[in-house]
């Protein structure tokens, strides 16, 4: 298949799902951001293939992602995050979720055999209130002691620095030319 066809809308994905069913495929979904792509989600994603037999990875539309991270994410724009998760072998096909749908539309539509979530995504309430949609929800723990959100952070406090001591460095020798100037 192609990455057109790997990449699926809510209906393709629910057409599909009935065909892996009828094979007596176990269908695995998870979903996320996935800005720049970092071990932790590969690791999770590997992990979430473990569970059943057709991983289905729900992404974040660029405007959701906005939405919910502010307007400089995502670094990686939506073609981009989806690409690279379809070069990573532990994913079977992806769908993009968009902004301001119906709370947990894609659960709803595709009703997986298991949906794979962190510890962060759902609380225990969401946890029990998903079971009606799902035949059981895992949950795991994070794999990785990164984040995008914590990288980015690091980037922009080095960013910071450098910019604060080049901006100290011209202020004190603009104060010392003024005062020069002031003296004559």
């Given at each position: 298949m192609t990455k057109e066809q790997l990449t699926l809308t809510y209906s393709a994905i629910e057409k599909l799902a009935k065909e892996y069913r009828k094979?007596?495929?176990?269908?695995?979904?998870?979903?996320?951001?996935?800005?720049?792509?970092?071990?932790?989600?590969?690791?999770?994603?590997?992990?979430?293939?473990?569970?059943?037999?057709?991983?289905?990875?729900g992404v974040d539309s660029d405007e959701k992602v906005r939405d919910r991270k502010g307007p400089d994410r995502p670094v990686v724009?939506?073609?981009?995050?989806?690409?690279?998760?379809?070069?990573?072998?532990?994913?079977?096909?992806?769908?993009?979720?968009?902004?301001?749908?119906?709370?947990?539309?894609?659960?709803?539509?595709?009703?997986?055999?298991?949906?794979?979530?962190?510890?962060?995504?759902?609380?225990?309430?969401?946890?029990?209130?998903?079971?009606?949609?799902?035949g059981r929800v895992v949950v795991l723990e994070p794999m990785a002691t990164t984040s995008t959100s914590a990288k980015l952070r690091l980037v922009q406090v080095g960013a910071a620095k450098k910019i604060s001591k080049t901006i100290s460095t011209r202020l004190v020798t603009a104060i010392e030319e003024v005062l020069e100037e002031l003296k004559n």
């Amino acid at each position: 298949m192609t990455k057109e066809q790997l990449t699926l809308t809510y209906s393709a994905i629910e057409k599909l799902a009935k065909e892996y069913r009828k094979q007596g495929k176990k269908i695995v979904l998870t979903s996320g951001t996935f800005d720049m792509l970092h071990i932790g989600h590969g690791r999770y994603l590997a992990e979430a293939k473990k569970h059943g037999d057709v991983l289905i990875v729900g992404v974040d539309s660029d405007e959701k992602v906005r939405d919910r991270k502010g307007p400089d994410r995502p670094v990686v724009p939506e073609k981009e995050r989806i690409e690279m998760l379809l070069y990573l072998g532990s994913v079977d096909h992806v769908v993009v979720k968009p902004n301001l749908e119906e709370r947990w539309k894609l659960i709803k539509t595709l009703r997986p055999d298991v949906l794979v979530a962190t510890h962060r995504t759902y609380t225990d309430k969401d946890v029990k209130a998903l079971e009606k949609f799902c035949g059981r929800v895992v949950v795991l723990e994070p794999m990785a002691t990164t984040s995008t959100s914590a990288k980015l952070r690091l980037v922009q406090v080095g960013a910071a620095k450098k910019i604060s001591k080049t901006i100290s460095t011209r202020l004190v020798t603009a104060i010392e030319e003024v005062l020069e100037e002031l003296k004559n």
